[in-house]
């Protein structure tokens, strides 16, 4: 029998194991948690402030279904808008992925891991629409990544990649369950698309609320994560760079991850500031009230009424007296032509309500009567103000009545809207020019302000992003559609005439 030798016990090697990557504790470790078959969300987005780990998150969501059975089945991609911004992500991936799984194999000209158990994960860029139907049309992926998805304008190219997340895996003895399809994206609250992005994750939820679907699946949330949370950053990138940068917004957004502080990248961004958004208040019987117009169908029509100050001053809701130079405008009313769910929200993001153009009309005096009903504009006059010129197009077509020509017969009068060379950029810089005066308070430049109950404007205005092609002028995009009412409304000549409205 032998006896216990404690110098034997001693030499005997005690197993080792080697750690490749461990999730940060909080926002990390729930985003891997919801991607797991029993507490599967298909959309999650990983917000908030930059160096929390969010792209070492992106990678690691398709990496940690890797050699579950599903092969090359389980099959995924990042995307970046554009191909240069991939280099970071792949540095990344090639730092993790082959430490963890020393058989996978990585494809230069194809930008993709190859794993020894066949699944299959790419690197791509996509910056135009129409690069979804050459590129990606067809395919099938079960894990869609986007690497900071608010640097894409709108939500045209996500909502069609959602298209290609589909399997025809066929379950086996060895893996009895499909694939969790998932899409997973991140991004801090900075860029040209963080508009609607918002909408789509985070406006009008609580944090980590999820939108389920009416089968009982959970469809979508957004995981905030803070910088605060990576044990492994470097203190001094907080400390040296992200708490000394000048722009108090970039540096809110940055730092902190807040969604409210507007881009000063965006046409208005250096401008806009708390002053413009206002209570509602009685409007002075002198000042001057007119409304705007942009038409639309298939996407949203926008009505706006506005005031225009003669130097009498305004009593506020506090009991405060107003008096902005004269000649300010004060953006009182606005009817949105769009569907909003139970919760107010937009469903389809730029989609209009296909609605006559009499129908329209009887929708704007509707929304008119209320203006006069409410004690913002009893007893005033409204004059027919700027609308796109489209809507008299045909005029000269025997027969046919005008889109103009339909409004007015519901008592909406309006006059073509200044839309000659150089218009985009001269009602740009008017705004910008007004906004300025009334973020400084200016005496002697005239001001424009916002009734908060103007939500689509107040969202466009403080997000519309400057062309690229001609940086004085606002980008032409989706629901952009009340920046074109209020710029009729600034540039519109003032020798309009006075209509007839039968409320008073």
Same mark, same amino acid.
């Given at each position: 029998?032998?006896?216990?030798?404690?110098?034997?016990?001693?030499?005997?090697?005690?197993?080792?194991?080697?750690?490749?990557?461990?999730?940060?504790?909080?926002?990390?470790?729930?985003?891997?948690?919801?991607?797991?078959?029993?507490?599967?969300?298909?959309?999650?987005?990983?917000?908030? %402030?930059?160096?929390?780990?969010?792209?070492?998150?992106?990678?690691?969501?398709?990496?940690?279904?890797?050699?579950?059975?599903?092969?090359?089945?389980?099959?995924?991609?990042?995307?970046?808008?554009?191909?240069?911004?991939?280099?970071?992500?792949?540095?990344?991936?090639?730092?993790?992925?082959?430490?963890?799984?020393?058989?996978?194999?990585?494809?230069?000209?194809?930008?993709?891991?190859?794993?020894?158990?066949?699944?299959?994960?790419?690197?791509?860029?996509?910056?135009?629409?129409?690069?979804?139907?050459?590129?990606?049309?067809?395919?099938?992926?079960?894990?869609?990544?986007?690497?900071?998805?608010?640097?894409?304008?709108?939500?045209?190219? =996500?909502?069609?990649?959602?298209?290609?997340?589909?399997?025809?895996?066929?379950?086996?003895?060895?893996?009895?369950?499909?694939?969790?399809?998932?899409?997973?994206?991140?991004?801090?609250?900075?860029?040209?698309?963080?508009?609607?992005?918002?909408?789509?994750?985070?406006?009008? @939820?609580?944090?980590?609320?999820?939108?389920?679907?009416?089968?009982?699946? @959970?469809?979508?949330?957004?995981?905030?994560?803070?910088?605060?949370?990576?044990? =492994?950053?470097?203190?001094?990138?907080?400390?040296?760079?992200?708490?000394?940068?000048?722009?108090?917004?970039? /540096?809110?957004?940055?730092?902190?991850?807040?969604?409210?502080?507007?881009?000063?990248?965006?046409?208005?961004?250096?401008?806009?500031?708390? /002053?413009?958004?206002?209570?509602?208040?009685?409007?002075?019987?002198?000042?001057?009230? =007119?409304? %705007?117009?942009?038409?639309?169908?298939?996407?949203?029509?926008?009505?706006?009424?506005?005031?225009?100050?003669?130097?009498?001053?305004?009593?506020?809701?506090?009991?405060? @007296?107003?008096?902005?130079?004269?000649?300010?405008?004060?953006?009182?009313?606005?009817? =949105?032509?769009?569907?909003?769910?139970?919760?107010?929200?937009?469903?389809?993001?730029?989609?209009?309500?296909?609605?006559?153009?009499?129908?329209?009309? /009887?929708?704007?005096?509707? @929304?008119?009567?209320?203006?006069?009903?409410?004690?913002?504009?009893?007893?005033?006059?409204?004059?027919?103000?700027?609308?796109?010129?489209?809507?008299?197009?045909?005029?000269?077509?025997?027969?046919?009545?005008?889109?103009?020509?339909?409004?007015?017969?519901?008592?909406?009068?309006?006059?073509?809207?200044?839309?000659?060379?150089?218009?985009?950029?001269?009602?740009?810089?008017?705004?910008?020019?007004?906004?300025?005066?009334?973020?400084?308070?200016?005496?002697?430049?005239?001001?424009?302000?916002?009734?908060?109950?103007?939500?689509?404007?107040?969202?466009?205005?403080?997000?519309?992003?400057?062309?690229?092609?001609?940086?004085?002028?606002?980008?032409?995009?989706?629901?952009?559609?009340?920046?074109?009412?209020?710029?009729?409304?600034?540039?519109?000549?003032?020798?309009?005439?006075?209509?007839?409205?039968?409320?008073?």
């Amino acid at each position: 029998m032998s006896s216990f030798n404690p110098a034997l016990h001693k030499a005997v090697a005690k197993p080792i194991r080697k750690i490749i990557w461990q999730a940060l504790p909080g926002s990390q470790e729930m985003f891997l948690r919801l991607g797991q078959p029993e507490s599967l969300v298909t959309e999650v987005l990983f917000h908030g %402030s930059r160096g929390n780990g969010k792209s070492d998150a992106l990678i690691m969501g398709f990496v940690q279904h890797v050699g579950k059975g599903w092969g090359p089945a389980w099959r995924g991609i990042i995307l970046r808008k554009e191909y240069k911004n991939l280099r970071d992500i792949v540095k990344t991936s090639h730092q993790i992925i082959p430490k963890a799984f020393p058989g996978a194999k990585w494809s230069q000209s194809e930008y993709s891991w190859t794993f020894p158990t066949g699944e299959v994960l790419m690197f791509n860029h996509i910056k135009k629409p129409s690069e979804y139907d050459t590129k990606f049309h067809g395919w099938q992926l079960t894990y869609i990544g986007w690497d900071e998805l608010a640097t894409w304008a709108t939500d045209e190219i =996500y909502v069609s990649m959602l298209s290609t997340l589909r399997s025809a895996f066929i379950p086996t003895a060895e893996q009895p369950n499909m694939p969790p399809l998932q899409v997973r994206a991140s991004t801090n609250p900075w860029g040209v698309g963080r508009h609607w992005v918002y909408k789509r994750f985070i406006e009008a @939820r609580k944090p980590g609320e999820i939108v389920m679907n009416s089968d009982g699946t @959970r469809q979508r949330c957004a995981l905030f994560g803070s910088i605060f949370e990576n044990k =492994y950053i470097n203190k001094s990138y907080i400390k040296n760079f992200l708490m000394k940068l000048v722009d108090p917004a970039k /540096r809110a957004a940055w730092l902190l991850g807040d969604w409210n502080a507007v881009d000063t990248s965006s046409m208005f961004g250096a401008v806009w500031s708390n /002053r413009v958004v206002m209570k509602p208040f009685p409007i002075p019987k002198g000042w001057k009230i =007119y409304r %705007s117009f942009d038409f639309g169908q298939s996407t949203p029509f926008c009505g706006l009424w506005l005031a225009e100050t003669n130097g009498e001053s305004a009593t506020l809701p506090d009991g405060s @007296r107003f008096c902005p130079p004269a000649g300010s405008i004060i953006v009182i009313g606005e009817d =949105y032509g769009t569907e909003e769910n139970a919760r107010g929200e937009q469903v389809t993001p730029d989609a209009g309500l296909y609605m006559s153009a009499r129908a329209i009309g /009887r929708r704007l005096k509707e @929304r008119e009567k209320r203006l006069y009903e409410s004690s913002i504009l009893a007893g005033h006059t409204i004059h027919p103000g700027a609308a796109d010129s489209q809507i008299y197009n045909g005029k000269q077509v025997q027969g046919q009545q005008t889109v103009a020509a339909e409004l007015e017969a519901e008592g909406m009068k309006f006059v073509p809207a200044d839309k000659s060379p150089g218009s985009r950029v001269n009602s740009a810089q008017i705004a910008f020019q007004r906004l300025s005066a009334t973020k400084a308070n200016s005496p002697d430049q005239p001001h424009l302000y916002i009734f908060a109950g103007c939500r689509y404007l107040i969202s466009c205005l403080s997000s519309i992003a400057r062309d690229e092609d001609n940086m004085d002028a606002c980008k032409k995009g989706p629901d952009d559609h009340s920046w074109d009412a209020l710029a009729y409304g600034l540039t519109m000549k003032k020798n309009v005439t006075k209509v007839t409205n039968g409320i008073r």
